[in-house]
């Protein structure tokens, strides 16, 4: 079972799971760019009252009444709202960051402990993302909740149903989900032309980013999701088809699995050109700790230096900022582009208890 997640970065290749096995949550829609085109993105949305060409706009779902708001959620769910909605809980630090790119951050009223955007940390705080307080939810009277879809907690949702709370449960595992998040997020809060704006920005981004890289080499690439054991991210996650689309090939491109774990030897056999490493705020230990770890240390890749560091921030949460996180995985694998933002070296340490959550998942 999979729930939304939270580690980040170096955290997750430091986190050992109990039970669980932590891998990052990274739902983007397969690019229009490789996948994701405007009829996909809005697919299953619909705005009821006007049938107009909104973004995700969809045959397939229907209107309770003629000035009513209906989108398809990530789990299959219609989800209605009478008008569009005007105090929004989202649970998932990935679908605040769309809100907030939409223009509807005004219209968020609770943050989760894992949300690092400063246009919410002003704001009342709910609990996590997969453990928030029901009642404090619903103390904040909101009108739409965002949250996870692989959260398959009935009692949560069917409470909020109860008292008459509608959620939108939000898949994010590719980059068409990110796609058709942003679209009904967008129709369920009044921000259609917001989302049509954002979308053909996005697209645009991410096809430069295509373009760019067509004609160079291809090196081979090992993501590394989670160390011990190893764990990857397979090629119909938002993080593989982003690698794919800047111009990098997954040494595990065959998985057939989002969040595989590979052995160690089959990685060594492989042999990657670069490492590529979310990280927070460890860089230094988590580059430390691949140098000297059993089997990491083998790899070629390591003992010469070919080890990229990459916010795990940005990396791990599928909102609009994947078209950032292109060109950052553009710049791990091709050098002469230069990364749009700083590597997370600069960063101070700082105890891991206190490490930003990402977006993921953990089986």
Not at 154 to 170: D, K, N
Not at 222 to 241: E, R
Not at 262 to 275: C, G, K, S, Y
Request: proline share 9%; net charge positive; with cysteine.
């Amino acid at each position: 079972m999979f729930y939304g997640f939270l580690c980040s970065g170096w955290r997750l290749l430091t986190c050992r799971g109990t039970t669980a096995r932590l891998g990052i949550v990274l739902a983007m829609g397969a690019f229009g760019i490789g996948a994701c085109t405007p009829e996909r993105a809005g697919r299953e949305n619909a705005r009821a009252n006007t049938g107009a060409n909104a973004p995700g706009t969809d045959p397939r779902a229907s209107a309770s009444s003629s000035t009513a708001l209906t989108v398809v959620d990530g789990a299959g769910r219609t989800v209605t709202l009478a008008q569009p909605a005007q105090r929004v809980v989202s649970l998932i630090p990935s679908a605040t960051e769309t809100l907030i790119a939409l223009g509807a951050g005004p219209q968020l009223v609770a943050r989760t402990r894992f949300d690092v955007a400063p246009e919410v940390q002003h704001l009342p705080l709910v609990g996590g993302s997969v453990d928030p307080s029901i009642e404090m939810i619903v103390s904040l009277k909101p009108d739409l909740v965002v949250s996870w879809e692989s959260d398959k907690r009935q009692a949560f949702g069917e409470r909020l149903a109860t008292i008459g709370i509608p959620v939108f449960m939000l898949r994010t595992q590719d980059t068409s989900d990110v796609f058709h998040g942003l679209a009904s997020l967008g129709t369920l809060t009044g921000h259609d032309a917001d989302a049509a704006r954002v979308l053909k920005t996005l697209r645009a981004q991410l096809a430069a980013v295509r373009t760019s890289v067509e004609s160079l080499p291809v090196p081979r690439i090992m993501y590394v999701v989670f160390n011990d054991p190893p764990m990857t991210a397979g090629p119909n996650t938002f993080i593989g088809q982003l690698i794919s689309l800047a111009g990098g090939r997954s040494i595990f491109a065959d998985a057939t699995s989002n969040w595989p774990n590979v052995p160690m030897e089959e990685i060594v056999r492989r042999d990657p050109d670069i490492v590529i490493v979310p990280v927070g705020e460890f860089k230094a230990q988590a580059l430390t700790r691949l140098r000297v770890m059993q089997g990491w240390r083998n790899l070629r890749a390591i003992r010469e230096g070919r080890v990229v560091a990459v916010p795990a921030n940005l990396l791990s949460r599928p909102s609009p900022n994947i078209g950032l996180a292109a060109e950052v995985l553009r710049s791990a694998m091709h050098p002469q582009f230069p990364s749009p933002v700083p590597e997370p070296d600069s960063i101070p340490d700082m105890a891991p208890n206190k490490a930003p959550i990402s977006d993921g998942i953990r089986r």
